[in-house]
């Protein structure tokens, strides 16, 4: 039989024990009752966030994938009818607004203090949920500037999404209000799906080939990788009217810029 800390290793498990923190990320994830219909926890562990979750929301889905930590779950929530304890994986399961689920449509909210193996996965599942509002994930610390462009640079998944979501980095968590505690410290990522996307329809097919061709790689030069195919005097121009640097690397260039690039011709 695995040992609590193997178990917890194989599951990349680090348990959050720091009331504040978990009240900081309720707040965040649900503002009041009836700022989301729904709240969706992607691991709700021993229920350090599930309860200042379940206190700030109408309907709140726990998730759990450690069958050993179930049954303490649903006696402490027992008596709390509008919070459902599921046990399995939460990445199976299909979000609200899957054409399989019911009701279709049901606008929704994730939490949770990420496992961080499995971070990239849960980022993509919220990226591609049809009904997302938000998310707030306690994530590496690492993980979450890189995302948000806190480091001064911005990667290819955080410019391609940028129309439709708004990453923000909403604080920091010591690695000592975990158990065990985590090798680094932890951060605080906000996935805010926009009320209004920027480019839309056919805009937003030719933002999405831009975005791709930039990223392709001529020595990381954003002016580089776009004179491949556009004549070099309309992607000088571009440059010019959207105010940038044609010395600038890829991952230097802000999401604000990009879209000033695409509405030039040169886009």
Not at 11 to 34: I, K
Not at 43 to 67: F, M, Q, V
Not at 178 to 184: I, T
Request: proline share 9%.
């Amino acid at each position: 039989m695995a040992r609590p800390t193997q178990r917890a290793r194989t599951l990349s498990q680090n348990f959050l024990t720091d009331r504040a923190t978990a009240e900081r990320v309720a707040r965040l994830a649900a503002p009041d009752a009836h700022s989301t219909p729904l709240l969706l926890e992607v691991g709700a562990g021993k229920g350090a966030l599930t309860g200042p979750l379940a206190r700030r929301s109408r309907e709140l889905h726990a998730y759990e994938i450690d069958p050993r930590l179930l049954p303490g779950l649903r006696a402490r929530f027992a008596h709390a009818d509008h919070v459902r304890v599921v046990g399995g994986d939460f990445l199976a399961a299909r979000p609200p607004g899957h054409p399989a689920t019911r009701p279709p449509r049901t606008p929704f909210a994730v939490a949770d203090n990420v496992p961080f193996s499995r971070t990239a996965d849960i980022v993509d599942w919220c990226l591609a949920a049809p009904v997302l509002i938000d998310a707030t994930l306690i994530t590496q610390l690492e993980y979450a500037p890189k995302r948000t462009g806190d480091y001064g640079r911005w990667t290819l998944l955080t410019v391609r999404t940028w129309p439709d979501h708004e990453w923000r980095l909403a604080g920091r968590v010591g690695r000592y209000r975990f158990r065990p505690a985590p090798r680094v410290d932890a951060g605080i990522l906000r996935l805010e799906l926009r009320r209004a996307p920027l480019p839309t329809g056919a805009a937003r097919r030719s933002w999405d080939d831009l975005v791709e061709l930039g990223f392709s790689g001529v020595g990381g030069s954003l002016h580089a990788s776009l004179r491949r195919v556009r004549p070099t005097r309309r992607v000088d121009a571009a440059f010019r009217a959207a105010r940038l640097d044609p010395r600038a690397l890829v991952d230097e260039v802000p999401p604000g810029a990009w879209l000033r690039l695409h509405e030039e011709p040169a886009a």
